[in-house]
């Protein structure tokens, strides 16, 4: 619609340059003249249409590719989740947003998998554990590998009660993965929130960090805060 009202804009604009222009200052009268007026304007207009359209859809294309690397660059390739860039770049607008919690979570034991049967099972695992992470959170949720076997959530508008359920659906639904011939999967996480744990970012992400240290130290595969 907006397309077609750009194309009547500049065809009637087309026009009337035409017709002020060609017909009443700087040409005589004579017969006809004003359909060529007419014909001339409206070609004025419709090459000015189409050029428009040519340079709106190369500049929706260059925006889409901008998007598209903007993206990529903040994207873990091979889990699909945010990446630490990403990580780094959120965190910078938590401060003064409101009630927000961080869960930390580790793979245990995933040294396990790489060293005894290979990168490609390990990556395997890497990959399960970011599409159950994905589908238990809220749209709202980030989730980011943060390094290595470690991932990161930031749950924004999220007291540390609802933060502890949600890193519980996390680690019991990962238990419950099949992972065929291999080993279970289990992870450890560590939750903290703002403001219990600390005023400024930082120190949530200490917090969160600290009670992941706890939760390896308490036997793996439960959460602590």
């Known amino acids: 619609m907006s397309k077609l009202w750009l194309l009547i804009a500049m065809v009637f604009a087309g026009i009337l340059y035409s017709v002020v222009l060609l017909y009443f200052m700087p040409m005589p009268l004579f017969n006809n003249l004003l359909l060529h007026c007419t014909i001339l304007g409206t070609l004025f207009g419709l090459t000015n249409f189409i050029v428009a359209v040519l340079f709106y859809k190369r500049l929706e294309k260059i925006k889409r590719l901008n998007q598209h690397l903007k993206l990529s660059l903040?994207?873990?390739?091979?889990?699909?989740?945010?990446?630490?860039r990403a990580f780094d770049q959120d965190t910078e607008n938590c401060e003064n947003s409101g009630l927000y919690s961080v869960i930390f979570l580790d793979i245990d034991n995933f040294r396990d998998f790489n060293n005894h049967f290979g990168h490609d099972i390990g990556d395997d695992v890497l990959r399960k554990v970011g599409e159950t992470i994905k589908?238990?959170?809220?749209?709202?949720?980030?989730v980011y590998r943060y390094g290595g076997e470690e991932i990161t959530l930031i749950l924004m508008d999220c007291d540390k009660k609802n933060a502890l359920k949600m890193a519980e659906k996390i680690r019991f639904e990962i238990s419950q993965l099949d992972n065929q011939a291999y080993p279970q999967i289990t992870v450890s996480l560590g939750v903290s929130s703002y403001p219990?744990?600390?005023?400024?970012i930082h120190e949530i992400i200490v917090a969160s960090?600290?009670?992941?240290?706890?939760?390896?130290?308490?036997?793996?595969?439960?959460?602590?805060s």
């Open 196 to 200: 219990d744990d600390g005023r400024y």
């Open 135 to 142: 589908a238990c959170v809220r749209a709202t949720d980030r």
């Open 74 to 84: 903040m994207t873990d390739n091979l889990t699909g989740l945010l990446n630490r």
């Open 209 to 224: 960090d600290r009670a992941l240290l706890k939760a390896k130290q308490s036997g793996k595969n439960c959460t602590r």
